[in-house]
């Protein structure tokens, strides 16, 4: 065996090592060997290294061994840094901090003034600034590990905007900015992408995972072999621009009677802002419950919801959906009618489900996605945490 080989085969241990005890919380050395098929002697070394560095640490679990002692389990170092999500959306971002354990530490959302890209990006950074001052004092010795940023556009393998429909940016290198003021590795995806990968991460690892998200427009997130699949440049996904109405409304896409035009938040909302004016934006979704929900607008909606998602499900055969949509995940009862409108015999999924990230997700997904390149692990667990986000 040449050096070269030897280094890699100790790096790809390391990252088996720390993906294991990701997924498990904590595990004692000899389970770490038992699980990861590694001799003794390689896990205790390997171990002693990661502790140096320190990723891992050691307490002293609760129940005595058979031997008297008190046996020693190892955990991630959630203390040791911390990675930063931001969703920017139109006219706001959201944004979380989640530590090396993927727990949640901050979260909250702004507002934005600017939508010029660099004015943008100087926005957050100046709101973000004396927050990773705070939290490089409270989670070290690595701080902050890297940054991930989620835009409702698409973004290319290069790590680049390519084009988002609201703002209009095209071909920009977001990171550049956020590169320089923090001097971290950031990452930039699409929103529906780091959505799916929250769902993911914090709620379902299964192999292939599909997310639609429906706020403004409306996105899908596809997981295929664990991997996000982006298609040939990135585009993979746009489901929102699939023609569901052949002679429908003009979309700013081109096209005539795209999904996101009938079945996306905003559509529902500006629906029903048409036929009942005097109501508040509450009041209007309320009245689609009248009459024990038996309404004409809440019909249509469905319909073309269930239409698109029969479209989704005939294409991919999915094992899970998520439904990622503020109305829908505040009524997760209406899944049942929308799967009542799937009546194709060729509709087959074992489950279709609301999202338990809400508006959260793409912010939590691109801060997954932060820690996820900093330990270069190819899988990142954390439904086992159980957190409450
Ligand atoms: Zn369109």
Not at 46 to 69: C, H, M, N, P, Y
Not at 307 to 313: E, R, S, Y
Request: aromatic share 10%.
């Amino acid at each position: 065996m040449n050096t070269g080989d030897a280094t890699y085969i100790k790096k790809m241990n390391r990252l088996i090592l720390i993906e294991e005890l990701i997924q498990h919380m904590t595990l004692s050395r000899s389970e770490l060997s038992r699980k990861t098929g590694l001799n003794k002697a390689t896990v205790s070394a390997q171990v002693q290294e990661l502790l140096d560095d320190d990723l891992f640490i050691e307490k002293v679990a609760g129940e005595t061994t058979s031997r008297g002692r008190k046996p020693i389990i190892l955990e991630i170092n959630g203390q040791a840094g911390y990675s930063v999500g931001i969703d920017i959306d139109e006219k706001k971002f959201f944004f979380i901090f989640s530590d090396l354990k993927g727990r949640v530490l901050h979260r909250d959302e702004k507002p934005l003034e600017n939508t010029q890209l660099s004015l943008v990006s100087s926005e957050i950074i100046e709101i973000l600034q004396p927050l990773i001052q705070k939290y490089n004092d409270l989670y070290s010795p690595h701080c902050l590990v890297g940054i991930g940023i989620g835009v409702h556009g698409i973004v290319n393998r290069k790590n680049e905007i390519v084009y988002t429909p609201k703002e209009k940016w095209t071909k920009e290198n977001i990171a550049q900015y956020f590169e320089e003021a923090f001097n971290v590795d950031t990452h930039v995806d699409n929103n529906a992408n780091l959505s799916v990968f929250a769902e993911q991460v914090y709620s379902e690892y299964i192999s292939d995972l599909f997310c639609v998200t429906l706020y403004t427009g409306i996105g899908l997130g596809i997981i295929k072999n664990h991997e996000i699949y982006r298609g040939f440049q990135g585009f993979a996904g746009e489901i929102g621009h699939m023609i569901i109405e052949t002679n429908g409304a003009q979309c700013t896409c081109g096209n005539l009677g795209c999904w996101e035009l009938y079945a996306s938040d905003k559509a529902l909302k500006k629906k029903l802002a048409s036929v009942y004016p005097l109501y508040s934006d509450h009041e209007r979704l309320q009245k689609m419950f009248d009459h024990g929900g038996e309404n004409q607008y809440m019909d249509e909606y469905l319909h073309y919801l269930a239409v698109g998602l029969n479209n989704i499900i005939n294409i991919f055969n999915p094992e899970k959906l998520i439904l990622n949509s503020p109305f829908l995940n505040a009524h997760p009862e209406l899944i049942t009618k929308v799967e009542g409108k799937l009546q194709s015999k060729f509709n087959n999924y074992k489950e279709i489900r609301v999202s338990i990230l809400g508006n959260k997700a793409c912010a939590i997904g691109a801060s997954a996605l932060a820690l996820k390149k900093f330990l270069g692990v190819s899988t990142l667990i954390h439904a086992n945490y159980h957190y409450h986000i």
